[in-house]
Structures are given as C-alpha cells and as structure tokens.
C-alpha cells in the first residue's frame, strides 16, 4: 500500500518571500508581487488552504493570459469625504483591495465611517484578510465581494448569481479580534472538486448538477447551492447590487445577456470601516467586546463540542502554531510552485 505524499512545511516568511518572487516574474511590481504574496500567506497561516499559496500558479497563469493587468493604472475617484471608488484596471484583487481597505480607514478616521468601493478588479483572495487589516487600525471592517455568477439561485434552471462573500472583523482589546469570513455558498467549489477527487458523497443540500438539481454525487455535481436558500441566494444578489451596481461595473446583467464580454472574468468590491471613536470611549469598547467574546465563551459547551469558539478565534490560533512550526503546503501545490520556479528561474527555499 502506497502512502500519500506528506506535506512540506515551509517558514511563513520564506514562503511569502518566494511567492513573491514568483509573482514578481510573473509581471508584478515588487511591491505589488509582496502584497499579493502577503494576502495568500496569511490564509494559508490561519488553516485556509484554498485560498492560499495554492493560489500563487493560478495568479501567475491570470497574469500571463493578461485576465490580470500586470502593470495596472489604479485611480481613486471621490466627490464625497465618506467614500471612494477604487478603479483597478483589473488589477489583482490583493492590490486593488489592499489599496481600498487603506483607503477607508485613512477617510474613516476623519469621517467616523467610510465607503471604498472596488471596480473592475479580479480574484480577490481571502476578503477576511482585507477586514483584517481595518481591524488592526483599531476600526470595524466589513467586506462584500461580488463575482462570476456559479452558483444556484432559489428557483432558477442553473448557475444564476455568485458564491460572493461577506467579511467582518471586529477589534478587541487583549482577545484576537472576531473574524467572520463566510461565502453566501453551502460549500465552496473547491470541497466539491475534494470530494470528487475523493470520491466522498456531499451533503444533503449543498450542491447542484448543470441544470440545477440537488445531488450528493460528486461526479456530477458542479456547483455550490446557496447557503439556508432564499437567504443564501438573496444576500448574493444584494451584494451584486451593493458592489458592481453600484461602483457602475455590473457582472450579473452583463453575464445573463447576449454580450460575449459579459463573460469575461472580473470581480467588484466594497469595503467599510467604521471608527469605533465616532460612537464613543474606543478603549471601552474593545473592553467590552473582550467582554461579549469572554462571556459567550463562559456558557456551557453542547455535548460533544470541543469548546465554544467565536469566529476567527481557531483560525488565528493555527496562525500562531503555524507562524512557529512553518506552513503546510500539500504535495500537489508544492509540485506546481517548484515547476513555477524552475521555469521562471526562482530559488525555492529549504523545505522540512
């Protein structure tokens, strides 16, 4: 019997600095290719594997078909103290959202809350990562993502809106702060591209075959159902119209109609930050969020659960056992970020 291949670990930080380096020959500006490097790095520290270095050789592959603008010119258009609209010029999503997120909070601190919307950018990573970054200036950060239609809507023949997702980070005084990063899917593509591999049955609910129906055949599932349905279904749509509507780049429309264009790959964006400061005591406040969290901790765990948790508080401590052991990188990933380096005349670092 042959056993699988384990994974590699790697140190974050040779991780983020080769995967820069990749992305740097891919066409990337050095600190382009590092912010890039830095957003895939961070999920795969917290245990998000999907939307980690995995993703470094489908980045290089957007940027050698030109889906991704390697050289983009990103403008800030405003007419208003309170918000902005970053137009990406189809830059990677981690640049075009880094760029938003440092945005709303520079407006936020002056306004108390600010709107950065995102317009024509392309796959843009772990959106926690973005709300993260507002969190740790002290502000609340919310996140709405709005892609390629791939996704079942309650009541239509087929794929009609997104997985698009919703992210939340919230500040806390001495606790990780709360990090909720949820897809408005029952499951995300890549678990059921996993169990195909695997040949594991899906859940009851969370996938569709081509034209709609519910299956739990992995074969013939192509996907995701939305999440509880109609909500599912519903917040994608308002998301749709929250970001791309409303930023004047719709993909929805566009999708469904005779337009071939309306097919091209892009992805709409708005992030929000809010001052904790323009409500009242910033510091009672993370104190009293360190409270809420404490306190729904303290209630007494269901029979059978490992504990309570609130959300972002594991995923941030794999971060830490991570950031000390290396990142585990799966045999397959590594394969392809080696052939990438060879190719690309890239040192890979030394590996466990």
Do not use: C
């Amino acid at each position: 019997m042959t056993h699988a291949p384990s994974k590699v670990l790697v140190p974050a930080e040779d991780l983020r600095t080769f995967s820069a380096a990749l992305l740097e020959k891919g066409g990337l500006s050095p600190e382009h290719a590092l912010t890039t490097a830095d957003v895939f790095v961070w999920a795969a520290l917290r245990g998000v594997d999907s939307h980690g270095t995995a993703r470094v050789p489908a980045y290089l592959e957007l940027l050698a078909k030109g889906v991704a603008n390697a050289d983009p010119d990103i403008r800030i258009e405003s007419t208003t103290p309170a918000a902005a609209v970053v137009d990406a010029d189809r830059a990677p999503g981690p640049v075009a959202l880094s760029a938003a997120a440092d945005e709303a909070v520079r407006r936020a601190r002056t306004t108390g809350i600010a709107s950065v919307g995102v317009r024509r950018t392309v796959h843009t990573g772990a959106i926690g990562y973005y709300v993260s970054k507002i969190a740790e200036q002290g502000m609340v950060g919310l996140g709405f993502v709005a892609g390629m239609p791939n996704m079942g809507y309650t009541g239509v023949k087929g794929a009609a809106v997104a997985t698009s997702p919703l992210a939340i980070a919230v500040p806390a005084a001495e606790r990780d702060p709360l990090l909720l990063d949820m897809a408005t899917a029952t499951i995300a593509l890549g678990k059921i591209r996993q169990a195909r591999a695997s040949g594991s049955p899906l859940p009851e609910g969370a996938a569709a075959t081509e034209d709609g129906t519910p299956t739990t055949d992995p074969a013939t599932a192509v996907m995701p159902l939305p999440l509880g349905g109609a909500k599912g279904s519903g917040m994608s749509l308002a998301f749709e119209l929250l970001t791309s509507v409303l930023v004047g780049a719709p993909i929805f429309a566009a999708f469904h109609s005779d337009d071939p264009q309306g097919r091209k790959h892009r992805q709409n964006a708005l992030l929000i930050a809010i001052d904790p400061a323009a409500f009242g005591d910033p510091d009672a406040f993370t104190a009293a969020v360190d409270t809420t969290l404490g306190t729904l901790k303290g209630l007494p765990a269901a029979d059978g659960a490992e504990g309570v948790f609130y959300p972002g508080e594991r995923s941030a401590s794999v971060a830490v056992r991570r950031g000390e052991q290396g990142v585990p990188v799966a045999p397959k990933v590594w394969r392809e970020l080696t052939e990438n380096a060879e190719k690309l005349g890239v040192t890979p670092p030394a590996v466990a």
